[in-house]
């Protein structure tokens, strides 16, 4: 999006600065045929896929169910689930044996979340889905796996317009750590189920990053 060059650029940057390649594509993947494409670019620019991160997200908190609209239920959808159901589609035929796929999860699709029906349900689809594809690919050698973070201090935070300035102020201070996880603390657990080294037996869990936070399970 417009909005997040800047953030795309920096990251681009940083990457380049150690020796590294990155390629920005820019795209709504709530729209039909942007995921096939990112997939398709991303190939042809190195050649191979072995990891593919499905993170994007949209929420909107609404006070009740009756101010969730069929549009907004449906884009929150088509951005949280659709992407990565699209984009696992895309990438399987490039995926060889040992590469991973790594959704990102939320506390929300465990334990529900007030004002958060939408965002919360396609959190918990995506854990689902998490657990059937990576059964479906075992056979394949390709490990899937999900990333359940508690209270993240992300732009995702300020862009949604159903908080007050004064809640954004406040939040993760629920957490039992009484403050919300910086995007670092959280990279590490991608890095793990990234690597067929460290978790080449590790297929078809949802890794909970909550800050304290537990459920059964």
Avoid at 57 to 66: D, G, N, S, Y
Avoid at 100 to 127: C, F, H, R, V, W
Wanted: aromatic share 6%; net charge negative.
């Amino acid at each position: 999006m417009p909005d997040e060059q800047s953030d795309a650029e920096k990251t681009k940057r940083a990457i380049e600065s150690v020796g590294r390649r990155c390629l920005l594509l820019p795209g709504d993947l709530s729209k039909t045929g942007t995921c096939e494409e990112i997939v398709a670019k991303t190939v042809r620019h190195f050649g191979k896929l072995d990891i593919l991160v499905s993170n994007a997200a949209h929420q909107a908190r609404k006070q009740r169910l009756e101010d969730v609209t069929d549009e907004e239920f449906d884009y929150t959808y088509r951005t949280n689930m659709y992407a990565y159901f699209r984009l696992a589609k895309a990438a399987l035929p490039h995926l060889r044996p040992g590469s991973a796929i790594i959704a990102t999860s939320s506390e929300t699709g465990i334990m529900g979340a007030t004002q958060l029906p939408d965002y919360s349900s396609t959190k918990g689809a995506i854990n689902a889905f998490t657990k059937t594809l990576a059964q479906d690919l075992i056979s394949r050698g390709i490990r899937v796996n999900a990333v359940a973070p508690g209270p993240v201090w992300t732009p995702l935070n300020a862009s949604d317009s159903g908080v007050s300035a004064e809640k954004v102020g406040q939040f993760g201070s629920h957490s039992p750590m009484g403050r919300p996880a910086q995007p670092e603390e959280l990279a590490p657990a991608y890095v793990f189920l990234a690597s067929d080294a460290d978790a080449s037996f590790v297929t078809g869990i949802v890794l909970q990053v909550m800050g304290g936070e537990t459920t059964g399970g």
